[in-house]
């Protein structure tokens, strides 16, 4: 048994250094055992970093190689046929697509919730509106898609931004100048003007009320993903009830209900889900504690 020469703690065969001080242990004789070290599940998780991210790197090459060989052969296809390139452009850019979003994420070491969000939702506008663009030569309704999409964004965008920006943005001036704009562009994007007031507007305090109801509960509740899933299914169902209803009237100057009831026959039981999940881990959560297991 040996002390450490400075400050007399009592050290291990497999010490390096003293756990106290730090000072060095000089035995040269000494064997040490990877798995015996103080904090051998630290040290392999250290040790398993790299071994990890090559893994990572495999998938995405993996990926990335199968993709890469369905768009080739379908553009060879199409030429050898066709001799241009018509038909393939769809698929090919809908490979490219699906790379961006599954393949691409497996290069990046640090990846986060919001920051995989945030490249689906753009790479998402972006394939909507060239496959517009391919497919009738105009973005005609692409636009549309794309610009909500973006809004949504936005508002995820306003729950997730950091502690620093809020201190010299407050969130409902946040959100209101993001909506007024995302109301002038898509009212800009409209050929007739008269549909403003009867359809742009309403939807657009639709989304808002919604939008904000969802950022308040979420900000009031504490931070559970099951809690955040709830809320945001439940809520996006009674938005699809309410945009239907609008476009319905605008339509047919009546009330009824059709797309919104698949909608909502799809998210209720998500949410409904959800929350049973998030009941499930707590009953789990209170038996532990109880038994001490």
């Known amino acids: 048994m040996s002390y450490c020469v400075h400050c007399g703690v009592k050290l291990a065969e497999y010490h390096e250094a003293c756990p106290l001080c730090h000072t060095k242990v000089m035995d040269p004789n000494a064997k040490i055992d990877p798995q015996t070290r103080d904090y051998p599940v630290y040290r392999e998780y250290l040790s ?15 990926l990335t190689s199968v993709f890469s060989m369905y768009c080739i052969i379908l553009l060879l296809v199409n030429f050898i046929v066709n001799r241009q390139f018509s038909w393939s452009l769809i698929p090919v850019w809908s490979l490219m697509y699906l790379w961006f979003t599954v393949a691409y994420p497996f290069f990046r070491i640090k990846n986060t919730f919001f920051r995989l969000y945030t490249y689906d939702s753009f790479a998402t506008a972006v394939y ?10 105009d973005v005609h ?53 008269a549909s403003i007031p009867t359809l742009i507007l309403p939807i657009y305090l639709a989304v808002l009320f919604f939008a904000l109801l969802s950022f308040f509960m979420i900000k009031a509740l504490v931070f559970d993903l099951y809690n955040f899933l709830a809320i945001i299914f439940f809520h996006a169902s009674l938005l699809s009830v309410a945009i239907d209803l609008i476009v319905s009237n605008f339509l047919t100057q009546s009330y009824s209900l059709g797309w919104s009831l698949v909608v909502i026959s799809a998210l ?26």
């Open 48 to 62: 398993g970093r790299s071994t990890n991210h090559m893994r990572r790197l495999l998938a995405g090459t993996i």
């Open 128 to 137: 909507l509106l060239v496959l517009n663009l391919i497919i009738s030569g």
């Open 141 to 193: 309704w692409a636009k549309f898609a794309a610009s909500g999409i973006i809004f949504i964004w936005i508002i995820m965008n306003g729950i997730f931004i950091s502690e620093r920006v809020k201190k010299w943005i407050p969130m409902i001036a946040y959100y209101i100048i993001a909506s007024v704009l995302f109301t002038a562009l898509f009212a800009f994007m409209l050929i007739d003007t």
């Open 268 to 293: 209720l039981p998500l949410s409904l889900t959800a929350l049973m999940l998030r009941n499930i881990k707590k009953l789990r959560t209170y038996v532990a504690k109880k038994f001490h297991r």
